[in-house]
């Protein structure tokens, strides 16, 4: 066999690992390179949002949460733990409920919610959240995602998402909402929680000083045909789809673009589309549907923050191919209005804060017919001993549509709530 001579041959390996070891110190180069670039540019903006609160805080005004701006999912919440790449946390809520019209008086542990972090990289993140409802009568996943970071302004995420229709789908907590109901539009029209599976982008742009510019789009399975089978107050919801399979092979799609010109200020725009038919015929047959039949829920929202002032409010849209004598047009909206005092005020608890909350809401389940409308004031107060912890009590006051057009009597709820993350 022909080989190289023996001083050629030792010199080749001893030049291999020298080679490799080069390799490798020039990777680990750029990997700090771009660390440093990383944190600088993260220290930049923290600086500047530290800057701006500061200077909010001496004028007397309030700092609004940042969560506001924050894409959805279990991302920039409070964790109990943290270790080794991976933190543990989640919330809780129990509720008091009181029928002003009869005696109904009753606790309801309605959610416990667990969620774990996980970052494998500083590129590549993992989140989930798991739902216990009624003392774990409901178990469910509700998000589990695994994000890989390209760019800020371009991030995959896939798994079971958190869909983007509305805002308050994606801030849905309890600790966070200074009501303990949910609005109207939310529970009906567009069904929070609305979980998915499917797989997306998202990201956020900075196309001023101070403004930014957010967007999430994912291809999800859609809902299904329980839309036409559910009851008429209920149809939305009972719609929801599996994260398990698709009732068709069409996948639909779910998004929303969200604008803040400055701190304080968001508007958002969003819309879920997609088949909801089924393949299979027998169940097309029986349900008068031919296999095209679509859904398509459009969803407007914003929020404005002026010193101890809030204003929010979200509308929702949905359409649907519907057989003869189907509703197929839906519609609410709810609009609120929190402000903010007493900081401090119990002195044992100096970032403490009172809220005083007004919502009004209105839901239409079919456009075309009477005695499908409700109306629904929510007047309330809490009280945040810390940001993650907060003592609710609402009156809510229903006035439900007749079939004659007029609305029935009012009739009245009281709740008393607490809700913390942990």
């Given at each position: 066999m ?11 390996a ?20 771009d660390?440093?670039?990383?944190l ?8 500047g ?7 909010r ?22 964790f ?10 989640g ?35 993992f ?16 998000f ?18 958190l ?10 907590d ?8 949910r ?41 299904d ?56 015929q ?5 349900l ?9 829920i ?9 010193g ?5 409010g ?23 209005a ?46 945040r ?24 009597d009012?009739?009245?709820r ?9």
């Amino acid at each position: 066999m022909w080989g190289l001579p023996a001083g050629i041959g030792a010199s080749l390996a001893a030049q291999e690992p020298r080679d490799t070891v080069a390799s490798e110190l020039e990777e680990l180069r750029r990997r700090i390179e771009d660390l440093e670039l990383l944190l600088a540019r993260q220290g930049e903006m923290l600086e500047g949002r530290m800057t701006e609160a500061m200077e909010r805080e001496e004028r007397g005004l309030a700092v609004p949460d940042p969560r506001q701006r924050a894409v959805s999912g279990i991302y920039g919440r409070p964790f109990v733990w943290k270790g080794g790449g991976a933190a543990v946390g989640g919330y809780v809520d129990l509720e008091l409920e009181a029928g002003l019209e009869n005696d109904e008086l009753t606790f309801d542990q309605h959610r416990l919610i667990p969620f774990i972090f996980a970052e494998i990289t500083d590129r590549i993140h993992f989140g989930t959240e798991l739902e216990f409802e009624h003392g774990a009568d409901e178990i469910a996943v509700e998000f589990a995602a695994l994000d890989v970071a390209f760019a800020e302004w371009l991030n995959f995420r896939g798994g079971i998402l958190l869909a983007p229709l509305g805002k308050f789908n994606l801030i849905h907590d309890s600790p966070v909402n200074d009501l303990t109901e949910r609005p109207l539009v939310n529970r009906q029209i567009i069904p929070t929680t609305l979980s998915e599976a499917g797989v997306g982008f998202f990201g956020s742009t900075y196309p001023g000083e101070s403004s930014v510019l957010t967007y999430e789009a994912y291809v999800v399975n859609g809902f299904d045909a329980g839309l036409l089978t559910g009851p008429a107050e209920a149809r939305l919801r009972d719609g929801r789809g599996s994260v398990e399979s698709d009732n068709n092979a069409e996948k639909s799609v779910v998004g929303r673009i969200g604008f803040s010109p400055i701190l304080g200020v968001e508007v958002g725009a969003s819309a879920h589309h997609g088949v909801y038919a089924p393949d299979d015929q027998a169940d097309r047959d029986a349900l008068g549907l031919n296999g095209d039949e679509k859904l398509t829920i459009a969803a407007a929202d914003a929020i404005v923050t002026r010193g101890p002032v809030e204003l929010l409010g979200e509308a929702a849209w949905a359409t649907f191919d519907a057989p003869a004598g189907t509703p197929d047009a839906q519609f609410g909206y709810y609009a609120q209005a929190n402000v903010h005092f007493g900081h401090g005020l119990v002195s044992m608890f100096p970032s403490s804060v009172f809220t005083a909350v007004g919502r009004w809401g209105e839901i239409d389940l079919d456009s075309d017919s009477d005695g499908a409308r409700q109306r629904r004031l929510t007047l309330g107060l809490n009280w945040r001993p810390v940001e993650e912890t907060v003592f609710k009590l609402d009156l809510l006051t229903d006035w439900f549509q007749e079939a004659s057009g007029e609305y029935g009597d009012a009739e009245q709820r009281l709740f008393f709530s607490l809700a913390s993350y942990f």
